[in-house]
């Protein structure tokens, strides 16, 4: 947790250096819908779904040339995933129905490159690159309900996540990978949307690699130093 806060410390004070030769700080805020890949013979990823959740922070961008910029900075993003899986035992006369969420809260850096392009009053743009994420904390959330020939057994349990490499921890902490995303400005609004696909496995599991992946559409606002 110590590493945690040295790297907030230290992405604060270079954020702040910045902006003295940015472009403009960008606030944004929005919708982040988030789900995990599975990579388990053992394991189905049809059961998984999107989980809705949120995604803010702010980001500094750097000025390349007039049309191509550099943009990085810090944002508060949801992740984690959904499960709901059903199955009937005829046999039995058995009926088996259970519900999964996982809730992540990460900081992530973008290091994206942004293109810009300018068509009549509104400017579209492009954006591309890697971004490094730190899970802060996580929640683990679990119902299930057992029928059988008229007897129902119900239960339900929430953990938190351990985050660690150990063989007793969760997921790991460390995150990256690639976002491309595109969306709009009107002046000092923008509208964004971007798609986030995790490289790393945060499994510290063998026999199971895990990625995140997310689909963000945020509303901005654009402080510029122009």
Do not use: C
Not at 86 to 111: C, G, H, K, M
């Amino acid at each position: 947790m110590k590493h945690i806060v040295k790297l907030f410390a230290l992405m604060f004070v270079l954020s702040l250096a910045g902006q003295a030769h940015a472009q403009s700080i960008h606030l944004k805020g929005g919708l982040n819908l988030a789900s995990m890949n599975f990579d388990n013979e053992w394991f189905d990823d049809d059961d998984i779904s999107w989980k809705a959740g949120f995604i803010a922070g702010a980001t500094v961008e750097f000025p390349i040339t007039t049309m191509l910029s550099l943009e990085t900075g810090m944002l508060f993003a949801s992740k984690g995933y959904k499960s709901e899986y059903e199955e009937s035992f005829p046999e039995w006369n058995e009926e088996y129905s259970a519900e999964e969420t996982v809730n992540l809260l990460y900081v992530d850096i973008p290091i994206t490159a942004k293109a810009l392009f300018n068509v009549g009053d509104i400017d579209i743009f492009l954006t591309a690159g890697p971004y490094v994420g730190i899970g802060i904390t996580g929640t683990y959330k679990a119902e299930w309900k057992d029928t059988w020939n008229g007897h129902t057994d119900s239960g339900s349990i929430e953990e938190d996540i351990e985050w660690g490499s150990g063989d007793d921890d969760d997921l790991k902490r460390l995150d990256f990978g690639l976002l491309v995303g595109a969306g709009v400005e009107f002046g000092s609004l923008t509208v964004g949307a971007a798609y986030g696909m995790g490289l790393a496995n945060i499994s510290p599991h063998d026999i199971v690699d895990i990625n995140n992946k997310t689909i963000s559409i945020t509303l901005g606002y654009k402080i510029n130093f122009k």
